[in-house]
């Protein structure tokens, strides 16, 4: 814990209180890639923001190599191993066909 | 990058002021400031500068031996912030006696011009990486990367990483969000081509690293012929 809050280097500097720390477990097709760092965020709906952010991030480099698997998930957990949100691949974007 | 004589030695030396050691996650110094430089003599650190939008991008890891905040020295204030990763010995360079150096000892001069060119070398290749390479060969060029910088400081240490950065932070140095590094780290498992536990990354080989990352290997020239004459 203390370890996590030490190296997150800008948290460090602007830290004013304790902020939530959650980690982003991903299933995607490759086994569950579980987040050891975790992050700390203001609140749940900013580990929200980077968890889509880091769908859309995986699903780009897809789209790059012409093929978009959207059967996965990320999970949102907190420091007490609790999951707080599932966020779908296939809900973090828009797909507009004809 | 070339041998140096005992005088040329005793004059780096000289730049450096006592050494400080600092805590894991001290911020040396902030951007904004006065742009000294500084040598870190043990430990890992990271430049690193704000964003518009309040988040920091991190875009250089410092290793043992390395001057740090040398790319502000042209600026009237520092462009990066520079915060150690683990516990870390660091110097204040003087600019007097770097100046002093450039007079006294212009071969030495021409070295620290070389490894500035140097670093450039190393800034074309990681955006090389970012913008023609997929995710698996950028996290492959960086691990190759660090692997080979911390092998010039001791040739017998084994292929073991013991990564002092976080996720976002590797995350920034290759252009990925932390959630895409966390499954290329677990690609580069599923290959066999590294063991991983926690930070510590064992590269289980580094000739199947190489191609994965398919950048060119660069070899440096050690003591070119036309530098100036020791003096």
Redesign the interface.
């Known amino acids: 814990m203390s370890e996590r809050r030490e190296s997150n280097l800008s948290a460090l500097q602007t830290l004013k209180r304790p902020m939530p720390c959650y980690y982003l477990n991903l299933h995607n097709g490759h086994g569950p890639i579980i987040d050891e760092d975790g992050a700390d965020f203001a609140d749940l709906a900013s580990a929200r923001q980077r968890a889509v952010e880091g769908i859309r991030s995986l699903l780009s480099h897809e789209v790059l190599e012409g093929r978009i698997d959207l059967r996965g998930h990320l999970d949102i957990v907190d420091e007490t191993g609790v999951t707080v949100a599932i966020i779908a691949f296939a809900d973090t974007i828009e797909i507009v066909q004809r | 990058l070339a041998d140096l004589t005992n005088g040329e030695r005793a004059a780096l030396k000289g730049l450096a002021e006592p050494a400080i050691t600092y805590a894991?996650?001290t911020?040396i110094r902030t951007e904004g400031e006065e742009p000294l430089p500084f040598l870190l003599h043990a430990g890992w650190a990271?430049a690193?500068a704000s964003s518009a939008d309040g988040?920091?991008q991190f875009f250089k890891v410092h290793l043992p031996g390395d001057v740090m905040g040398a790319p502000s020295l042209p600026l009237q204030r520092a462009a990066e912030t520079l915060?150690v990763?683990t516990e870390a010995s660091v110097s204040r360079m003087s600019l007097k006696a770097l100046g002093r150096l450039f007079a006294d000892h212009p071969r030495v001069g021409a070295l620290l011009f070389l490894t500035a060119n140097e670093e450039r070398v190393i800034l074309m290749d990681r955006l090389t990486a970012i913008g023609r390479r997929?995710?698996t060969p950028r996290l492959a060029a960086l691990l190759l990367h660090l692997d080979e910088r911390l092998t010039l400081i001791d040739s017998d240490r084994p292929s073991i990483l013991e990564l002092?950065?976080?996720?976002?932070?590797i995350g920034d140095l290759i252009g990925?969000?932390?959630?895409?590094v966390?499954?290329v780290f677990?690609?580069l498992e599923?290959r066999g081509v590294i063991e991983r536990q926690?930070r510590i990354v064992k590269i289980a080989s580094r000739e199947t690293l190489r191609q994965l990352a398919a950048m060119p290997k660069r070899s440096i020239a050690r003591n070119p012929a036309w530098l100036p004459p020791s003096r």
């Not at chain 2, 002092?164 to 932070?169: D, F, G, I």
């Not at chain 2, 990925?176 to 895409?180: C, D, F, G, P």
């Open positions: 894991r996650g911020v990271a690193s988040t920091r915060t990763l997929a995710a002092p950065l976080t996720q976002e932070q990925l969000t932390a959630v895409h966390n499954r677990r690609t599923n926690g």
